[in-house]
């Protein structure tokens, strides 16, 4: 039997021909938009690297749904194991309309800095603290909470403008 081997324009066949699919399976799996984009993302990835030959197309099409579904199932897995409350939970539970202007705000900041200011700020631990959880040292913490302080402070400030 004669095998179905990708030409090297094929991603954006596989895009047009599965995408819409993949991404509606990956929806329903994950429940989020964010999170089947990003996984619909990793499986047209992952075909691109592993470049896999195929028998026919519908062993292309089965190919692609199985990574699809792994990939799912892999998200899944790391929430129930990592699990993380998102912005609208949190915003539900602000006082005053300000606070979630805050938040999102907060929310702008690169990973490094948001972490130490809600560690500092919200969580009360000490740059000490801080530092032994992120592996970091005081000072390292200290210079973040400067930084992330200025860049939340801007970010802040162009929303009131």
């Known amino acids: 039997m004669e095998q179905f081997t990708p030409s090297p324009g094929e991603p954006e066949r596989v895009v047009e021909q599965y995408g819409n699919m993949l991404y509606r399976l990956c ?6 938009r964010a999170d089947a984009e990003d996984a619909v993302q990793d499986t ?8 896999p030959a195929f ?7 089965a190919w692609l749904i199985r990574v699809a579904a792994n990939r799912c199932r892999d998200l899944r897995r790391f929430w129930l194991r990592h699990p993380h409350t998102g912005l609208e939970e949190v915003a539900g539970h602000c006082a005053e ?7 999102e705000a907060l929310m702008t900041l690169p990973e ?3 972490v130490v200011v809600l560690l500092h700020y919200v969580e009360g631990y000490s740059t000490g603290q801080i530092a032994a959880m992120i592996g970091r040292t005081p000072s390292a913490v200290k210079m973040r909470l400067q930084k992330g302080r200025k860049l939340l402070e801007q ?7």
């Open 27 to 32: 929806l329903v799996a994950l429940g989020s």
């Open 112 to 114: 490094k800095f948001r």
């Open 155 to 161: 970010a802040y400030g162009r929303e009131d403008g």
């Open 44 to 51: 047209l990835l992952r075909y691109l690297q592993k470049a």
């Open 97 to 103: 309309p300000g606070d979630r202007a805050v938040l």
């Open 55 to 61: 028998v026919s197309a519908e062993h292309e099409k």
